[in-house]
């Protein structure tokens, strides 16, 4: 016997129950997950429509008291069963419960009343209607005559339904009485909520694309006409112009009647990216974001849905859009951390579209500057078309790139945040009136213990990450557990200058202010930032030359081109890159490579600082030559030599717990039962050890990681780690999640 969990409404966001159906025999072959049924649903057994979201052949129910699923009404082909498929696909990649992947894939649950708007229109001509209002108004039906006297005045004999009812006394009787006698009608339109104006955004024509851009355009178009069509990544340089390519290649997409989905880092959703698209490809255009309303998104989704919309840009969610007729999905910046959901279920964005591509016949192209390990892997083998733009657009040269190193500046007496080589290059700059901006990136940053005179970093011996400082002067390896204490000089060069990294951005604007007393300075970071608009007006401030400086964290990173912004200084290239996390190189490297890439985007030519204690890690010379191959060869080798995604798999298991004692045991015995089912399946164990914040909000939390050369075996471990949970009391009270990759 078969049964199906079966979801009765979707759309009305009721996904916390599903409830279970016979399947009958003579359906037995052709229900899937993803089609809609019809079931006889609650006491009075209502035919209620559902989606089947699980199929399987026992259930824990009594068999006698389940009902059958009466006929089944769609193919598996529609919108909702490809991303019902796709929500069992994250949940068996990811890890969670059905109901966490379903609203992963339909995040818009509550249905907002559509905006409406209700015109009465004339329906008689205008001499009977003239006559019937003699009539009117010689009788006593004052409100009759009252509003057929305004729509025969009214030059487009229309009136707005509210406001006839508000200021001239109609009533429904009266209303019924017009459309009686064929004198008037009500016409309602449903107006959506539109994000975007695409009447007030100048139209654009296409540009001519310049050599390169025409090779990249081709080499992708053959790659679809082409037989097996494989993803595509464009590898090109900050200002090489992806984004025209982008547009064109939209352009194909429209012409063949289909859809398509923009990604791009919420951050990067600035006004101008809006205007550019919208000025191309006016209102078929929609955008989705975190600052939109409620009632706004609802009404993004129902316009894709209905086909208003053909071009949807947003953020990681954006995925999701419910196209039926999905034609490509573009995903820019593809190598930004935001791709990756940071709550259950962990899925990352790039490998879901791959996914929601191939299921639904869609193509995929990914775009960056410095795009990741993973994804550069996969060109490399082929499994990628590879596709490059090594120049800037209009030959504009790339910044120059100059690298500091601080231990120079201690031994010269320089203790301030700023270098002699910035000092010098700043005050240049501001003489003749061009912008600096200054970039301290703090995310990531986990207290991580240093030498400033010999740019030794304290790192766990097994693990070759940072060690991160702790309460009472404990180092901790926030992957194994590791611990030991805090050295009282440096073990290389017996410096007494070890310690942690200070630096704040409210700081290097004191230091800064006094250095250059006459500069104009903005600052931006997550403290100046909180309130709404606050991002765009600072960065709008700073566009039209209202600051020389701008100093801010990796958000200044994204946004605007600025013409006048000729020097960026980095001025702790150390702080991401002695992160606890294996990541931590690459996402240097990205930072450093966007941060330069903002210098020079004008006519006047930039340059960029790089300020390390650790100028010959192989990072920092990547990042100064601008040599994304160097840096992807070196990092490579260190992933391969540790193991670590992409050369291996791993899977996170973290928990958190109010109490701790009770943490600490159900994280033993989990990884007991865990390094049980591991032996002998090429997967090493590690941990646990507590998060590099090891309490959250009263919780504590740990971690512990799993290495393995086979991405299938882990997700194998982690189906019976799911099942060993569930099924075991103890850990009741602990919040267990996963994080693969
Ligand atoms: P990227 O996204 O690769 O950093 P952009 O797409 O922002 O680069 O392009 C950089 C600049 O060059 C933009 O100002 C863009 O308008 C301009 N540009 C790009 N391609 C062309 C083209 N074919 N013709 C004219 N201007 C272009
Ligand atoms: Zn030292
Ligand atoms: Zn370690």
Redesign the pocket.
Known sequence: MIFAEIVIDIDAGELDRSFSYRVPEHLENSVRVGMTVTVPFGRGNRERHGYVIGIRDKTDLDESRIKEILSVDSSDETTESHLIRLAVWIRETYGCTMNQALRTVFPVREKMKARETRQILLKMDEEPAGRLLGKLEKGRSTARARVLKALLSDPDHMLDYSDARKHLGMTPDVLRYLEKEGLAAVESTEQYRLPVRPEEIPQEEPKELNPEQKEAFSGIIGEWRGESCRPVLIHGVTGSGKTEVYMQLIQEVLDEGKQVIVLIPEISLTYQTVLRFGSRFGGRVSILNSRLSAGERYDQFVRAKNGDVSVMIGPRSALFTPFTKLGLIIMDEEHEPAYKSESTPRYHARETALKRAEMEGARVVFGSATPSMESYRNALEGKYRLVRLAGRHGGRPMPAVRVVDLREELKAGNRTILSRTLQEEMEKRLRIGEQAMLFLNRRGYAGFVS?R??G?VMKCPHCDVSLSQHMGGRLICHYCGFQTSMPES?P??G?PY?GGFKAGTQQAVQVIQKRFPEARILRMDSDTTRTKGSYEAILKSFASHEADILIGTQMIVKGHDFPLVTLVGILAADLSLNASDFRSAERTFQLLTQAAGRAGRGNRVGSAVIQTYLPEHYTIRAASEQDYEQFYRAEMAYRSFLSYPPAGHMLFIHGACRDEELLTKGMFYLARFVRGIASGKSASVIGPAPEAVSKVKDMYRQVMYLKGDSGGRLLEIRRRTEEYIAINPGFKDIYIQYDYN
């Open positions: 030498c005179s010999c030794h440096c290389e060069c410096s070890i």
